[in-house]
């Protein structure tokens, strides 16, 4: 059963703490992507990544960090340096040039 | 910054009506793709259109692309309460680049 996976669906977070959200793929994809969702933004580029141990910063990357060391994992960190990480944290991933597969979502509130 | 722009932001239309939803963009592109969003969930792949192509339709869908204007278009015919959802446009830009930018999106409210 095919698909892309995002853990946890709920997180909370102290102010300070830094907090790993968790993206899994079984689709063989080798883009994947990390989106973030407020009300009324759209969706915002997080990170992306093309292959294996390389990633790009997207328009939003400031306070968030990203690895790639396996083709199906692609886990954001959002840093204490991030001042507002409230929001929904959208995970993707996509073959070149074709459409992208969304997970569930994650929804991070700071306590 | 948002490459897809959606208009208009909102969308209320009586079930059987059909909704036509705008995106216009910046830059040249690969290829042009339509998401629906329920609330509070992932976006789901909708249809895709290249850059090559003018129209494309998919069951009740129907999507155009005007690459001289920069636009797309997409059309949801006989609409139904269950189409009520967000709709977001992206841009898969030209070249090696996999990187996929969304608009803000149209919210869609299809009453019974």
């Known amino acids: ?111 | 910054s948002q490459q897809g722009e959606e208009d208009p932001q909102a969308l209320s239309i009586q079930e059987g009506e059909n909704a036509t939803m705008n995106c216009s963009y910046k830059t040249s592109i690969n290829n042009l793709q339509w998401y629906r969003q329920n609330s509070g969930r992932g976006l789901v792949h909708l249809i895709l259109i290249r850059s090559n192509e003018r129209e494309k339709h998919s069951g009740r869908l129907r999507v155009t692309l005007d690459t001289s204007k920069k636009s797309s278009s997409l059309l949801i015919t006989a609409s139904r309460a269950a189409d009520t959802a967000s709709y977001f446009c992206a841009t898969g830009p030209t070249g090696a680049n996999s990187k996929l930018t969304f608009g803000k999106g149209i919210t869609l409210s299809v009453r019974p």
């Open chain 1, 1 to 111: 059963d095919g698909g892309i996976t995002q853990s946890p669906k709920y997180l909370f977070r102290k102010e300070g703490q830094n907090v790993t959200l968790s993206c899994e793929q079984n689709l063989n994809h080798d883009a994947m992507y990390w989106y973030r969702q407020d009300p009324g933004q759209g969706l915002r580029l997080i990170y992306y990544s093309q292959i294996v141990n390389d990633f790009q910063k997207g328009d939003i990357a400031e306070g968030y960090s990203v690895s790639r060391e396996k083709k199906e994992s692609f886990p954001l960190t959002v840093t204490s340096a991030q001042k507002n990480p409230t929001a929904f944290y959208l995970c993707a991933s996509s073959l070149p040039g074709l459409e992208a597969y969304f997970g569930p979502g994650t929804r991070l509130t700071v306590l």
